[in-house]
């Protein structure tokens, strides 16, 4: 009796994760989200000039999704890893870092290669 108990328990937590998996899975914020948001402010933090709408709509977006810590830290993460091994100048550095108030964010964090994305909030 006490074994089908924990059989019945142990198959309620299996399906339990299986439904609750493409939720949890759903909620993270990908390395590929990170790329489709900011890939239209490429051109703009490459060479300058005018903003792209496209790009302040995918910073908006992503900032929009990147709900929880974890996300954010995330975010971070991919966005350090993209650039890591890409020759950048203090130009290039700049424009990046500007990007959220120049979008109408305000990011409690800096956007810089030193930022620990540990311990973004």
Same mark, same amino acid.
């Given at each position: 009796? /006490?074994?089908? +108990?924990?059989? $019945?328990? %142990?198959?309620?937590?299996?399906?339990?994760?299986?439904?609750? #998996?493409?939720? #949890? /899975? $759903? !909620? %993270?914020?990908?390395?590929?989200?990170?790329? &489709?948001?900011?890939?239209?402010?490429?051109?703009?933090?490459?060479?300058?000039?005018? @903003?792209?709408? /496209? *790009?302040? =709509? +995918?910073? $908006?977006? @992503?900032? +929009?999704? !990147?709900?929880?810590? !974890?996300?954010?830290? =995330?975010?971070?993460? *991919?966005? $350090?890893? %993209?650039? =890591?091994?890409?020759?950048?100048?203090?130009? =290039? @550095?700049? @424009? %990046?870092?500007?990007?959220?108030?120049?979008?109408?964010?305000?990011?409690?964090?800096?956007?810089?290669?030193?930022?620990?994305? &540990?311990?973004?909030?």
């Amino acid at each position: 009796m /006490a074994s089908s +108990g924990v059989l $019945k328990l %142990a198959s309620l937590m299996l399906v339990c994760m299986v439904v609750s #998996a493409p939720m #949890a /899975a $759903k !909620a %993270a914020v990908t390395c590929g989200d990170v790329v &489709n948001h900011l890939m239209p402010c490429v051109s703009y933090v490459s060479n300058g000039g005018p @903003l792209p709408d /496209a *790009c302040c =709509n +995918g910073v $908006k977006g @992503l900032y +929009g999704e !990147a709900q929880t810590s !974890a996300d954010r830290q =995330n975010v971070c993460k *991919c966005i $350090k890893s %993209a650039v =890591n091994g890409i020759p950048y100048s203090d130009f =290039n @550095l700049g @424009l %990046a870092s500007g990007l959220p108030d120049k979008c109408g964010l305000h990011l409690p964090y800096k956007i810089s290669p030193s930022t620990d994305c &540990n311990k973004v909030q």
